[in-house]
């Protein structure tokens, strides 16, 4: 990033005196601009469209087969076009697109964070980086900015192109009610991804080594994947255990109380909200009485966009809190940093 010149001052008649020009107010958009181009030129951006991709076309034509079966069943269904995203074909191992996105997903986040600030550091361009007339927030704001554009348009591609292969193989079109599901959920899964690239990017600043970061980032990841269910069962069995002889009180705080810890997951957040957004007949994700499944008269029903925002508004608040919580640790930890030459 080139230094612009000097401001010339005239002084008193005849002396002329160079003062230092003020940064540009919006200096993080010149961060943002060199490593946007820098991310969409990098290999790790086509290693992870590739995976990505071949990932999410699979789940794509497991799906198409069970709604192509019963073709003649879904004519006219509402919502047949975001089914293709969010339904997993019955006996099928592969899961559905959604879902892919939330368990590969967090791969992006990391692959464009982990190393934000600390491969700075190793390469000893984050003295000079700083030196430059720009405000010091705008080096890590410019830096999630850039990192968050590219997550954006690598999910924009692969859902189009699933948009595509759905279209190809069954000629199904989307409704503007799909077409606005569809958005609502490209924001939720890029709030999910951005708080992946943020808390990788809070890695990067803590941590002075970016392959240490980057494990740091995946032991979470794994975690959070892998292991949430199994402690979040133990913390509840410890908290609200179910005895041999339960009751059905016991039996019902026991299963809020697990849901309610794996609501800390941003992933458990995600699909939740995922489930409200691209299927228009679920009207809740938590528990559901015996009694309220075999009511003949609760009449299933497909609810409209606006409801089924206000049922996942509060995982995306949740989602996005969590994120800027991630941002703004790492921000208040670059800012105190002491960068030396």
Not at 55 to 80: D, E, F, K, P, R
Not at 201 to 221: D, Q, Y
Request: net charge neutral; with cysteine.
């Amino acid at each position: 990033m080139a230094t612009p010149p000097d401001a010339l001052v005239l002084v008193d008649p005849g002396v002329v005196r160079a003062t230092p020009s003020k940064p540009p107010r919006f200096g993080w958009q010149v961060v943002a601009s060199k490593e946007f181009s820098d991310g969409i030129l990098s290999v790790r951006l086509f290693i992870l469209i590739a995976l990505l991709g071949l990932a999410a076309i699979g789940a794509v034509y497991s799906t198409a087969s069970y709604v192509g079966n019963n073709a003649q069943l879904a004519t006219g269904a509402s919502g047949l076009f975001v089914l293709l995203f969010s339904h997993q074909a019955a006996g099928s191992q592969v899961p559905s697109f959604a879902a892919l996105v939330g368990l590969l997903g967090p791969l992006l986040g990391i692959a464009f964070g982990f190393d934000a600030i600390n491969g700075e550091r190793s390469e000893r361009t984050l003295p000079r980086l700083v030196a430059q007339p720009i405000h010091r927030d705008a080096v890590i704001i410019g830096k999630f900015a850039a990192g968050l554009a590219v997550i954006g348009l690598v999910l924009l591609a692969i859902t189009l192109i699933v948009s595509g292969v759905a279209f190809l193989v069954l000629g199904v079109s989307p409704s503007p009610d799909d077409l606005a599901r569809l958005a609502a959920w490209f924001v939720v899964a890029l709030a999910y991804l951005g708080f992946w690239l943020a808390f990788a990017m809070l890695c990067s600043v803590v941590v002075r080594r970016a392959a240490t970061s980057a494990l740091a980032a995946i032991a979470l990841w794994i975690v959070l994947t892998i292991f949430a269910a199994l402690l979040v069962g133990i913390v509840a069995s410890y908290l609200a255990p179910v005895p041999a002889n339960a009751t059905v009180d016991q039996q019902i705080a026991n299963t809020e109380l697990q849901l309610d810890l794996a609501r800390v997951s941003p992933g458990t957040l995600y699909s939740e909200a995922a489930a409200y957004l691209l299927d228009p007949t679920v009207q809740t994700v938590g528990i559901v009485p015996v009694a309220q499944q075999s009511d003949n008269r609760a009449i299933p029903s497909i609810l409209p966009i606006d409801q089924s925002l206000l049922l996942a508004w509060p995982q995306v608040v949740a989602l996005v809190a969590l994120t800027v919580v991630c941002f703004g640790l790492g921000y208040i930890a670059f800012m105190r940093q002491e960068v030396r030459a």
